[in-house]
């Protein structure tokens, strides 16, 4: 599979962005897609997770109650919308599928394949 990031881009803070999270190659059924993010220097951090079949989706701390994440069956396309942006949001954001247990979701290694990133930043 091949995955297509998009919607970065440079917002205020309290601003929204939209990111998209294309599959080619196969269908998003059976997985669970996530999006991560990474600022220079520091590890891969998990943001949000949704499962394609059923739906359940697990959202990290720091962004529950400001991002959403949501599908499109019929586009195969994940998207995370943004809302109340932080300067601390700024990050190259990445999405990425692969089908981890309920206790390994938040595990960036859980994800087989990933998309090539898109930035994210937040001024303040």
């Known amino acids: 599979v091949q995955l297509q990031a998009s919607g970065g881009g440079l917002v205020q803070a309290g601003g929204s962005l939209r990111l998209s999270c294309a599959a080619s190659?196969?269908?998003?059924?059976?997985?669970?897609v996530g999006w991560f993010r990474q600022t220079p220097g520091k590890e891969r951090e998990f943001v949000v997770a949704i499962r394609w079949s059923g739906g359940n989706t697990y959202y990290a701390d720091s962004v529950n109650g400001r991002f959403t994440i949501s599908r499109d069956n019929a586009k195969n396309t994940v998207y995370l919308q943004m809302n109340s942006l932080r300067p601390e949001d700024t990050a190259v954001y990445y999405c990425?599928?692969?089908?981890?247990?309920?206790?390994?979701?938040?595990?960036?290694?859980?994800?087989?394949?990933w998309g090539q990133g898109t930035l994210v930043t937040v001024s303040s």
């Open positions: 990425a599928t692969g089908r981890p247990i309920a206790s390994t979701v938040r595990a960036h290694v859980s994800y087989s394949s």
């Open positions: 190659g196969r269908t998003f059924s059976g997985y669970t």
